[in-house]
């Protein structure tokens, strides 16, 4: 029976491709586990909305300190954007193997690594379009 909840929370994989430093040419695919939430239609909606009003303030003549203060504020953005999704993770560890406990500080500094923002971004995109589970029928 469908249940339908108003905070649905799941557990989804996130894989995540880096170049592969023993191979040239190559790529090494790493997966870990996010629990994303889903959010609101009206919420989505407005986080885009404000993403596009900082995309808009971008001018041809903005001095390059302008533009990098402008760069810092999208993504502060995004940061809080995945943040508010994200409710924990799995399966994600140090260079030394020890557990990454889940916490603002370390999602900032996990987040800071573009593959893994882009790894993040794609594993929810797929998620709430559910583009994974169309592909395989």
């Given at each position: 029976?469908?249940?339908?909840?108003?905070?649905?929370?799941?557990?989804?994989?996130?894989?995540?491709?880096?170049?592969?430093?023993?191979?040239?040419?190559?790529?090494v695919e790493h997966v870990f586990e996010?629990?994303?939430?889903?959010?609101?239609?009206?919420?989505?909606?407005?986080?885009?909305?404000?993403?596009?009003?900082?995309?808009?303030?971008?001018?041809?003549?903005?001095?390059?300190?302008?533009?990098?203060?402008?760069?810092?504020?999208?993504?502060?953005?995004?940061?809080?954007?995945?943040?508010?999704?994200?409710?924990?993770?799995?399966?994600?560890?140090?260079?030394?193997?020890?557990?990454?406990?889940?916490?603002?500080?370390?999602?900032?500094?996990?987040?800071?690594?573009?593959?893994?923002?882009?790894?993040?971004?794609?594993?929810?995109?797929?998620?709430?379009?559910?583009?994974?589970?169309?592909a395989k029928n």
């Open positions: 029976m469908f249940k339908l909840v108003d905070n649905l929370t799941f557990w989804w994989p996130v894989k995540v491709y880096e170049p592969n430093p023993s191979k040239t040419g190559d790529t996010v629990e994303f939430e889903i959010i609101s239609k009206d919420e989505s909606r407005a986080s885009a909305r404000a993403r596009r009003a900082l995309l808009e303030e971008i001018k041809t003549d903005l001095t390059d300190v302008e533009l990098e203060a402008l760069q810092d504020k999208i993504d502060l953005h995004d940061l809080a954007a995945m943040r508010r999704v994200v409710r924990n993770w799995r399966k994600i560890e140090s260079d030394a193997g020890e557990a990454i406990p889940f916490n603002d500080q370390t999602f900032a500094a996990v987040w800071a690594h573009r593959r893994v923002q882009m790894a993040l971004v794609r594993a929810y995109d797929e998620a709430i379009t559910l583009e994974k589970g169309r």
